[in-house]
């Protein structure tokens, strides 16, 4: 061999690994995405069984305990954003390592706290490693594959992990406090913080240099975008503390608004913006985040709807009311076998208005018809979860296919901050309309013929007003992806051969 050819091999580049072939190839993998998922969506469902025994025992003030969970979300709202540009420049898969270990370790200091204070502090850490990685498990798993059929059957398999979460979470936290502290439930995160570490260093080679950005941070804007998500959030729950008639929630809203104006102006002119907003105007892109905002607004406005509706409305005890949930649980968990042959028979864009629309119905159903018995509501709850079980899949996919390779992490967060926005907004809307339609408090025993018709009337304009909202960010989302293609992800015979 010449010393030309010698140092030609020397200089050749590693060759990258071959795609996975079959989702059972990346099992390590899948199985650490996966647990990062499950801990985000069993973390607050089951600290939420918990808080009366958290109060009682750390003598907490009914903010206080409000605040247990409220730091948690707006750490990680408002922080996603941040964590995903870093995350792009830096690596995801070392972010969202370091994110796992600060998680062990703050749920490993729950054995410790003494004091309502302490706990926030800890559920502040939480929520920072939450931002650090929720993102990346949805840009990971995406990079991990190279055909669109694998990319969506793995975010498939992640996200049912998380919604497993999310439906035991409340048994699950009850069945613990009858034999073992409140903490157990905050410690129950470090295992699930192991393997999902294990997972991810195992089953992920570490990003390539060529698939980061290069550019330094937007520290002004990630300072800016941070405030304002964090406003955003915010503005809901001193809505309802404060009331209306407060000027403390319109200093809140005009906070958030004056940081939006200024996000929006930095990331104009700055060199090495945070955020490009011209990528916003990608069809992909801006079709998906709208999808994802209508879903996320029409779970988060039902779920309370169908809460005042069971529990104040017809009287049935908490025990009823969760079990009159159980067709929302069922589809979600029995639901994820249909979303990839669903998607493989009908394509990406179809899928994802389609499920988007079955959300906008089950809002319009609940206005029209929720009063009148509780099949009504029945199917209220399965046409939202249907369509929430197919467009969490779809919408997230078509962000990130619409992003260039090196903008994965900050398109992830992207989508969970749409969907934590528009929560939020489905909460601050029904509970404002709720609030001007029927006099006095919701939570007082006496409820009058005349009371409970308001009641009633409150809970469907409500539903029509959010059902309105979902449906013009659905027709935003169509009016976005007009005119491209929606072919099956896979042949017939593809779609059986990878099956496994």
């Given at each position: 061999?010449?010393?030309?050819?010698t140092?030609?091999?020397?200089?050749?580049?590693?060759?990258?690994?071959?795609?996975?072939?079959?989702?059972?190839?990346?099992w390590?993998?899948?199985?650490?995405?996966?647990a990062v998922?499950?801990?985000?969506?069993?973390?607050?469902?089951?600290?939420?069984?918990?808080?009366?025994t958290i109060?009682?025992?750390l003598h907490?003030?009914?903010?206080?305990?409000?605040?247990?969970?409220?730091?948690?979300?707006?750490?990680f709202?408002?922080?996603?954003?941040?964590?995903g540009?870093?995350?792009?420049?830096?690596?995801?898969?070392?972010?969202m390592?370091?994110?796992?270990?600060?998680?062990?370790?703050?749920s490993?200091?729950?054995?410790?706290?003494?004091?309502?204070?302490?706990?926030?502090?800890?559920?502040v850490?939480?929520?920072i490693?939450?931002a650090?990685?929720t993102?990346?498990?949805?840009?990971l798993?995406?990079?991990?594959?190279?055909?669109?059929?694998?990319?969506?059957?793995?975010?498939?398999?992640?996200?049912?992990?998380?919604?497993?979460?999310?439906?035991?979470?409340?048994t699950?936290?009850?069945?613990?406090?009858?034999?073992?502290?409140?903490?157990?439930?905050?410690?129950?995160?470090?295992?699930?913080?192991?393997l999902a570490f294990?997972?991810i260093?195992?089953?992920?080679?570490?990003?390539?240099?060529?698939?980061?950005r290069?550019?330094?941070?937007?520290?002004?804007?990630?300072?800016?975008?941070?405030?304002?998500?964090?406003?955003?959030?915010?503005?809901?729950t001193?809505?309802v503390?404060?009331?209306?008639?407060?000027?403390?929630?319109?200093?809140v809203?005009?906070?958030?608004?004056?940081a939006?104006?200024?996000?929006?102006?930095?990331?104009?002119?700055?060199?090495?913006?945070?955020?490009?907003?011209?990528?916003?105007?990608?069809?992909?892109?801006s079709?998906?985040?709208a999808y994802?905002?209508?879903?996320g607004l029409?779970?988060?406005?039902?779920?309370?709807?169908?809460t005042?509706?069971?529990?104040?409305?017809?009287?049935?005890?908490?025990?009823?009311a969760?079990?009159?949930?159980?067709?929302q649980?069922?589809?979600?968990?029995?639901?994820?076998?249909?979303?990839?042959?669903?998607?493989?028979?009908?394509?990406?864009?179809?899928?994802a208005?389609?499920?988007?629309?079955?959300?906008?119905?089950?809002?319009?159903?609940?206005?029209?018809?929720?009063?009148?018995?509780y099949?009504?509501?029945?199917?209220?709850?399965?046409?939202?979860?249907?369509?929430?079980?197919?467009?969490?899949?779809?919408?997230?996919?078509n962000?990130?296919?619409?992003?260039?390779?090196?903008?994965?992490?900050?398109?992830?967060?992207?989508?969970?901050?749409?969907?934590?926005?528009?929560?939020?907004?489905?909460?601050?809307?029904?509970?404002?309309?709720?609030?001007a339609?029927?006099?006095?408090?919701?939570?007082a025993?006496?409820?009058?013929?005349?009371r409970?018709?308001?009641l009633?009337?409150?809970?469907?304009?409500?539903?029509?007003?959010?059902?309105?909202?979902?449906?013009?960010?659905?027709?935003?989302?169509?009016?976005?992806?007009?005119?491209?293609?929606?072919?099956?992800?896979?042949?017939?015979?593809?779609?059986?051969?990878?099956l496994?």
């Amino acid at each position: 061999m010449s010393p030309e050819q010698t140092t030609s091999q020397a200089a050749a580049p590693p060759v990258a690994p071959a795609a996975p072939r079959r989702l059972a190839d990346a099992w390590l993998a899948l199985a650490g995405l996966s647990a990062v998922f499950l801990f985000e969506m069993l973390d607050n469902s089951i600290l939420n069984v918990a808080l009366p025994t958290i109060g009682r025992e750390l003598h907490s003030s009914t903010v206080g305990l409000q605040w247990v969970n409220g730091a948690y979300s707006l750490a990680f709202g408002g922080l996603m954003l941040l964590f995903g540009s870093i995350a792009d420049r830096v690596g995801r898969r070392r972010v969202m390592l370091v994110g796992l270990v600060l998680l062990g370790l703050a749920s490993l200091s729950t054995a410790l706290v003494s004091s309502t204070e302490q706990l926030i502090a800890v559920r502040v850490a939480m929520g920072i490693a939450a931002a650090m990685t929720t993102p990346g498990s949805m840009a990971l798993a995406f990079r991990l594959f190279d055909t669109e059929d694998l990319r969506v059957r793995a975010l498939t398999v992640i996200s049912t992990a998380g919604l497993v979460g999310l439906a035991i979470g409340p048994t699950l936290g009850g069945f613990v406090l009858a034999v073992a502290p409140w903490q157990a439930l905050l410690l129950a995160n470090v295992p699930i913080a192991v393997l999902a570490f294990v997972g991810i260093r195992g089953g992920i080679a570490r990003d390539e240099a060529a698939g980061l950005r290069g550019e330094p941070v937007d520290v002004a804007g990630a300072v800016l975008g941070t405030a304002t998500v964090a406003g955003a959030l915010l503005t809901p729950t001193v809505l309802v503390e404060a009331g209306r008639a407060s000027w403390m929630p319109w200093v809140v809203v005009a906070a958030t608004v004056a940081a939006g104006a200024a996000f929006v102006v930095r990331q104009r002119t700055a060199r090495h913006p945070l955020l490009d907003l011209h990528l916003l105007a990608r069809p992909l892109v801006s079709s998906g985040l709208a999808y994802k905002a209508a879903a996320g607004l029409a779970v988060a406005g039902l779920s309370y709807l169908v809460t005042l509706q069971l529990q104040f409305a017809w009287g049935w005890s908490p025990v009823e009311a969760a079990l009159g949930t159980l067709p929302q649980v069922v589809v979600l968990l029995a639901g994820g076998r249909f979303v990839g042959p669903f998607v493989a028979r009908v394509g990406l864009g179809r899928a994802a208005w389609t499920s988007a629309a079955a959300v906008v119905a089950g809002l319009v159903v609940f206005g029209l018809l929720g009063r009148f018995g509780y099949g009504w509501v029945a199917a209220a709850l399965v046409l939202v979860a249907a369509g929430l079980r197919v467009v969490g899949v779809v919408a997230g996919t078509n962000v990130l296919q619409g992003l260039p390779a090196d903008r994965t992490s900050i398109g992830a967060a992207l989508v969970d901050t749409a969907s934590e926005l528009a929560s939020g907004i489905g909460i601050a809307v029904t509970g404002t309309i709720v609030a001007a339609l029927v006099t006095g408090s919701i939570t007082a025993s006496s409820w009058t013929p005349d009371r409970l018709a308001s009641l009633q009337g409150s809970l469907g304009w409500a539903g029509l007003t959010l059902a309105l909202i979902a449906a013009a960010l659905v027709t935003l989302g169509l009016w976005r992806a007009r005119g491209r293609a929606s072919t099956p992800l896979t042949s017939p015979a593809h779609q059986e051969s990878s099956l496994v």
